[in-house]
T-cell receptor
């Protein structure tokens, strides 16, 4: 089973460039999300989706866009990269996130982004 | 407001000795609680999950956690540490943020195993 697949694993950008981090899952999960991980700050939620065509903002959405045209894919777009966006990005999916019915999050292996 | 607090940023133990990683939560209702583990340069993996069926939850690799409502705690323990346990551990709780149900992450505890 592939699970959650993220690409690319590493990327270096210059300030102002744009790029897309790809995320795909093959578990038919309705819930997908993007996190960023910075030293000493744990994981912070950027955007999430509870199904195809539905997206919402998390804790730190500024500078990022998402879309969910299919159940499988949830790309994260950086519109104009800034050094503050240097981080490790994780995509995660679950069959359900909700009161009394929260399932395991399955994570990709991460995408390490450096913005110069 | 809901919150999850991991009380130690680093914990260092010797191989073969017990492990205790502490987590406190605040929630206005009975929460969903999880522990995840992240080995160096890897993604995160679920260790265990509290579902309200039992207060003592057993997870993978010999870890377990006990939900104590009176202390609002969900500490992670293991009787005997192994070198392969060296990793970062995250306590996670379900709660309401900005009117939406969300997972709330602790800041993480780095477990160091001394030979």
């Amino acid at each position: 089973n592939a699970g959650v697949t993220q690409t690319p694993k590493f990327q270096v950008l210059k300030t102002g460039q744009s790029m897309t981090l790809q995320c795909a899952q093959d578990m038919n999960h309705e819930y997908m999300s993007w996190y960023r991980q910075d030293p000493g700050m744990g994981l912070r939620l950027i955007h999430y989706s509870v199904g195809a065509g539905i997206t919402d903002q998390g804790e730190v959405p500024n500078g990022y866009n998402v879309s969910r045209s299919t159940t499988e894919d949830f790309p994260l777009r950086l519109l104009s990269a800034a050094p503050s966006q240097t981080s490790v990005y994780f995509c995660a999916s679950s069959y359900s996130i909700g009161t009394g019915n929260t399932g395991e999050l399955f994570f990709g292996e991460g995408s390490r982004l450096t913005v110069l | 407001a809901q919150s999850v607090t991991q009380l130690d940023s680093h914990v260092s133990v010797s191989e073969g000795t017990p492990v205790l990683l502490r987590c406190n939560y605040s929630s206005s209702y009975s929460p969903s609680l999880f522990w995840y583990v992240q080995h160096p340069n890897k993604g995160l993996q679920l260790l265990l999950k509290y579902t309200s069926a039992a207060t003592l939850v057993k997870g993978i690799n010999g870890f377990e956690a006990e939900f104590k409502k009176s202390e609002t705690s969900f500490h992670l323990t293991k009787p005997s540490a192994h070198m392969s346990d060296a990793a970062e551990y995250f306590c996670v709780g379900g709660g309401i943020l900005d009117s939406n149900y969300q997972l709330i992450w602790g800041a993480g505890t780095k477990l160091i195993i001394k030979p």
